[in-house]
């Protein structure tokens, strides 16, 4: 069976008065169509990812109440200088062309400053147009035996089939929504939905380890996410 790769791209948005009061309700003064750029991010979706795992249709509807008002950062750095819009409302919409596909859509806005003209430039001529999210959520179960990872393991394997049944993992119970970052063109090659749940040790239990990812993501995802808050 191949393997499904998750969307997230970017996609165009028309700004009307009802999206003008949606980023009112974020910004810290009444903007006009004029000072806002406005874009839309297919982030994630309900189809078993390059990592073998997929949200199901109640979190995609979780992670749309909890985007809102999350920053939008470039390459998942976690600083004030990387962040570059901000999610206004999000929500879950019919993936084209694939039957009973559904995908977490963020609408997200930014002033038009100066210093943001290079971003908005390359995201009209298509440079930017790939994202990233990352997420946190309470369940990650086996789709052969239903074990959930984050508190237990089991014997199968992610990508192996069993009695025709594929194996991979059903992402579940959203618990926060950190960011969503833009990424540069080429993609990396692990672009997509920054996942992060744990359980005890055991084979397979958990996703393969990133030399270059701090294992301490959460907390200080949520120390960021307060510095970044308005």
Not at 59 to 81: I, Q, Y
Request: proline residues 5%; contains cysteine.
């Amino acid at each position: 069976m191949d393997q499904i790769l998750k969307q997230a791209r970017l996609l165009k948005a028309a700004l009307d008065e009802g999206e003008l009061t949606l980023i009112n309700a974020q910004a810290l003064r009444e903007l006009t169509a004029e000072e806002v750029y406005a874009f839309r991010l297919a982030a994630c979706n309900n189809q078993v990812d390059r990592d073998l795992e997929r949200f199901t249709e109640d979190t995609l509807a979780e992670l749309a109440n909890l985007f809102v008002g999350r920053p939008v950062l470039m390459d998942h750095k976690w600083s004030a200088g990387s962040q570059t819009a901000r999610v206004y409302a999000a929500g879950v919409e019919a993936m084209p062309g694939v039957e009973g596909g559904e995908q977490l859509v963020l609408r997200c806005y930014m002033p038009r400053l100066q210093g943001n003209s290079d971003t908005i430039a390359a995201i009209e001529g298509g440079l930017l147009r790939e994202c990233s999210v990352g997420v946190a959520v309470s369940s990650a179960v086996c789709s052969i035996c239903g074990a959930d990872r984050t508190t237990t393991w089991c014997e199968h394997c992610k990508g192996v089939e069993y009695d025709g049944k594929l194996c991979y993992i059903e992402l579940s119970g959203a618990k926060d929504a950190y960011e969503v970052s833009l990424l540069p063109v080429p993609a990396q090659p692990a672009a997509g939905v920054v996942k992060r749940y744990g359980g005890p040790e055991g084979p397979d239990s958990d996703p393969p380890g990133d030399p270059g990812v701090d294992t301490a993501w959460q907390d200080e995802a949520l120390l960021e996410l307060e510095k970044l808050r308005f």
